[in-house]
């Protein structure tokens, strides 16, 4: 890195800190311990999101509304495509218009069931549809909604991830939530066979808004959906989750994911797909989805930031200079990162990919854009 480049970063990164910087030989910083790390490269999905026309909320997505929508790949294990397919295939679709984001899914399954009635029940006990909105992308603050083949509904905000220290907030609802179910088949029936079910989601900008902003054409925001299906058995006409013999405990759920995660947590935000709005229909001839070249500087400072939880699980700190994270799983690719030690943790920046803004990570994980002065 071009000294002038140092200079640069050293005295926005002092600026923006807000506790005062220390040698690593004095005191400690507030560490967690070591966490896992994704076990696949840096791949993310990517969706294009047309302008939707009138959208009705019913569960049936053979509308014509939906016939533009392109439909996203099919699911994969949440771990990656180096784990078994799922069972059952499941893809989505979206679209947007001033006032919502539409989400729409298509979820395969020969025995359709639900149990969970109350909003708010932790809804993944049951087989279930999951999304995550990030909508600026920092990895902190950001949206978590379930429902089931019942239509019912628990939506939560999560404050930053759970490795984090993160907080859900379950309290909190979506004003003015859409959704709806439509069932090929017959519900809780071990009788028969099902073909899918079928959901419509309304999103109202007004909330997601909370933390992030209104998009426009061209806006990217980092999302993933999940489906969470659970092993059964039928037991004196009625589903039953199959046990472990030797626990007595219901056997492990399957987790298939829109963009895969690289290890069994939903709650990596960096690894979630980029969903980029467009103004047109999807008519028409539309340029390609291009990955905005910062993000590949932010998931440098990622494999950082996961280099220092390792090196602070070990040695009660954070490191202050990027070759002592080599031996922890970090070198650094072209750039080196400066690193800023405070008292309750760090900051670190590199350069942005082609303007003078840097792109900064903390010790708690998020990750935001400053622009230099």
């Not at 006990?125 to 990030?134: K, L, P, Y």
């Not at 379930?146 to 404050?159: C, I, K, P, S």
């Amino acid at each position: 890195m071009r000294k002038s480049a140092i200079l640069v970063l050293a005295s926005l990164l002092s600026a923006s800190c807000s506790n005062r910087e220390i040698p690593a030989a004095e005191g400690s910083a507030a560490v967690s311990g070591e966490i896992p790390v994704p076990a696949i490269g840096f791949a993310p999905e990517h969706y294009l999101c047309y302008r939707a026309g009138m959208i009705t909320v019913d569960g049936d997505i053979t509308d014509e509304e939906w016939s533009s929508a392109p439909w996203s790949n099919l699911f994969t294990d949440i771990e990656g495509s180096l784990k078994p397919a799922p069972l059952y295939d499941t893809r989505l679709k979206m679209l947007w218009d001033d006032r919502c984001l539409y989400v729409a899914a298509e979820l395969r399954e020969p025995h359709i069931w639900a149990t969970l009635r109350q909003r708010d029940t932790i809804i993944f006990h049951d087989n279930d549809f999951e999304v995550f909105i990030d909508p600026d992308g920092d990895t902190h603050g950001y949206y978590e909604f379930e429902m089931n083949a019942f239509n019912t509904v628990w939506d939560l905000l999560l404050t930053m991830p759970y490795r984090d220290n993160g907080r859900a907030i379950d309290a909190w609802d979506i004003a003015g939530l859409r959704s709806a179910v439509k069932i090929y088949g017959t519900l809780n029936d071990p009788s028969d066979t099902d073909d899918r079910w079928t959901l419509e989601i309304a999103f109202p900008f007004a909330v997601l808004e909370e933390w992030g902003e209104m998009p426009s054409d061209g806006t990217v925001w980092r999302m993933n959906f999940s489906r969470v299906n659970w092993k059964t058995k039928t037991d004196q006409g009625r589903y039953v989750k199959e046990s472990d013999p030797e626990t007595g405990r219901p056997l492990p759920e399957y987790n298939w994911l829109w963009s895969p995660q690289g290890l069994i947590n939903v709650h990596y935000p960096e690894m979630w797909g980029f969903v980029q709005f467009r103004s047109g229909d999807g008519t028409g001839t539309e340029e390609p989805f291009a990955m905005d070249p910062d993000e590949i500087v932010r998931w440098e400072l990622r494999k950082l930031y996961y280099a220092q939880r390792r090196y602070a699980g070990e040695n009660g700190k954070y490191a202050p200079d990027a070759g002592l994270l080599e031996e922890y799983g970090y070198t650094a690719s072209s750039s080196e990162p400066l690193i800023v030690v405070t008292l309750s943790g760090y900051e670190a920046a590199l350069p942005g990919s082609q303007d003078k803004s840097i792109i900064c990570i903390d010790h708690q994980g998020r990750s935001w854009k400053q622009a230099s002065k």
